[in-house]
Structure formats: structure tokens, C-alpha cells
């Protein structure tokens, strides 16, 4: 077949724009593969950095969890540490007060001891007052005497000589200061609210009893609760607080029983017998551990009969 000028020229065209599709192809396929090729060769090295953050936060998560065992383990032993001093402080607190509720119990009991103690009327006061004044008065006036009888003594010595009135003079002046010394040792003991003088041991005992107006009975007590015949009364220890020097006891006179609590040493009791006027004394004068010493005082002579009652010292 004969083709002309004209349509060889076409075919050859035709021909020249399908190798140059078919060329085109070709380059557009080889770019293609390049960007697979170049895409491939960045995902290992993100893969492995991602890997490595990975266990970078693992490692870290795990330490920040040791980390906070650790301090939960401190705070804990601290918190237990706080809670074992608050309550050693809370026992120590409690102890404290307990002590400081026993000594205001102990001190509200001395000061109703001592307001006890100071219950005393003015008359009392009045008559204490001038019983002092009145052995005041007696102790110079004996003074005086004694004076005068010295004055008297050295003139009597001046105008006599002989040996037998020497020895009468001595013996005048000997007695008159043995009086004065008897009154001056009255003058140191206590007087109770009823005026007698309070005996605090065996030698005052001694000088009351030469004074003539009382007879005195003196015993020893080694014992709680075992009674003792004293004089005409019975005396039972029922406590003694040596710290304190005070004594409680039990006494039966004609079948009547009085108990008297928390007394001090030389603090008189009294009470009455039956048909007297004038009241019985009992004395304790040295306490010691579940023992007491004292003495019963008697009057030797009793006035009008009174109401038989018992009494004591306020």
C-alpha cells in the first residue's frame, strides 16, 4: 500500500508522540519508585527514637513511683512519730493532772483544818489575852519579891552573924527562886481555850502535877483499834498521820462514845463526867507511827454538877 507524502508524515508524527507518551511513562514510574525508596528509609530511625522515649517515660514513671513509696513510707513513720509524742505528751498531761487534783484535794483539807482552827470568838481571844497579861503581871511581880527578898537578905547578912540564921535565909531565897523558876516555866506552855496549861512532854507533865490542881494520867497507845483504860475513860487509836502530826481517836466514858477526827498534837479534848462542873482533858502530845503518847488531866475539885455531855475543843 502507497501512502502518501502526507500521511507518512502523520503516521511518523503519531508514531513519535506514542514513544514520547511511552517515554514519559517511563520517567513518571521511576520517580515514583525513588519516593518509595526515600519514604522507607525515615521510618526505622522514628521508629527507634520512639522507642527510646518510650523507655525513657518508663524509666522515669518507674522512678517517680519509687520516689513516691519513698516519701509515703517517711511521711508515714513521720505522722506515727507525731502521733506516738502526742500521746506520750497526752498520758504525761493527764498524769499531771491527776497529781494536781490530789494536792488541791490535800490543800483544800489543810485549809479546812486551818479555818477550823481559827473558829475562835472574840471572848475566847479577850480571855487568852488577859490570862497572858495576868501571868505578865504575876512574873514581875514575883520578880519584884525576889528583888526585895535579896535587898532583904543582904541587910539581914550584914546585921547577923550567926551561922543558923545564914542557913534560914539560903533557905528562903532557895524557895523563892524555885518558885520563880516553877512560874517562868508556866509562862512557856501553852494555855488551852478552858486556861489550863497543855503539858507537850513527861518533865511539864511533872510541874503541873506540883501545882496541885489536877492529877495526870499518862499512856502510851501501840496499836490501832485496841482500847486502853486511861483514868476513867477508855481511849481506842483509830488513825494517826505522822506527816502531820495528827491523831483520831475513840473515847467511851460511862458508856458514852465520842470519836474525834484529824486532831493535832497538843490540841485538848475535853469532856464532861456525869455530876462535874469542871471538864476531864485529854492530851496528845507525841504521835508517832500507829502509836500516840499523851495524858488524861482530872480535876482535883469539881463545883456545882453540870449536864453530862461531852465536848472537846471546839
Do not use: C
Amino acid at each position: 500500500m502507497h501512502l502518501s507524502g502526507h500521511q507518512l508524515d502523520r503516521q511518523q508524527g503519531l508514531g513519535s508522540q506514542d514513544r514520547g507518551r511511552s517515554k514519559g511513562e517511563g520517567f513518571a514510574m521511576s520517580d515514583e519508585y525513588i519516593e518509595n525508596k526515600s519514604g522507607a528509609s525515615w521510618h526505622l530511625p522514628a521508629i527507634i527514637v520512639l522507642g527510646l522515649i518510650a523507655i525513657g517515660g518508663l524509666a522515669f514513671g518507674w522512678n517517680a513511683s519509687s520516689k513516691l513509696d519513698t516519701t509515703q513510707q517517711a511521711v508515714t513513720a513521720q505522722v506515727n512519730s507525731v502521733k506516738t509524742s502526742v500521746e506520750q505528751d497526752m498520758t504525761s498531761l493527764k498524769d499531771r493532772l491527776v497529781q494536781d487534783e490530789k494536792a488541791n484535794t490535800d490543800l483544800q483539807g489543810d485549809l479546812k483544818v486551818v479555818t477550823d482552827k481559827l473558829k475562835i470568838t472574840q471572848g475566847q481571844l479577850k480571855k487568852a489575852r488577859a490570862e497572858a497579861t495576868a501571868a505578865n503581871q504575876a512574873n514581875q511581880d514575883t520578880t519584884q519579891k525576889l528583888t526585895a527578898l535579896d535587898t532583904s537578905v543582904h541587910t539581914e547578912l550584914a546585921t547577923k552573924a550567926a551561922n543558923d540564921d545564914l542557913k534560914n535565909v539560903d533557905t528562903k531565897v532557895g524557895g523563892v527562886r524555885t518558885d520563880l523558876d516553877s512560874t517562868r516555866e508556866d509562862l512557856k506552855m501553852a494555855r488551852s481555850e478552858m486556861g489550863t496549861l497543855i503539858a507537850r512532854n513527861h518533865d511539864e507533865i511533872d510541874q503541873l502535877r506540883r501545882l496541885g490542881e489536877r492529877d495526870y494520867v499518862e499512856f502510851t497507845i501501840a496499836g490501832k483499834n485496841k482500847p486502853q483504860k486511861v483514868g476513867n475513860l477508855t481511849v481506842e487509836l483509830k488513825g494517826v498521820n505522822e506527816k502531820r502530826g495528827q491523831f483520831s481517836v475513840a473515847m467511851t466514858a460511862e458508856d458514852r462514845r465520842l470519836e474525834k477526827k484529824n486532831r493535832f498534837m497538843n490540841e485538848p479534848i475535853f469532856f464532861y463526867i456525869s455530876g462535874t462542873k469542871i471538864p476531864e482533858e485529854l492530851v496528845i502530845n507525841k504521835v508517832g507511827k500507829d502509836t500516840v503518847s499523851g495524858y488524861v488531866s482530872i480535876p482535883k475539885a469539881n463545883g456545882q454538877p453540870a449536864p453530862a455531855t461531852s465536848t472537846s475543843g471546839k
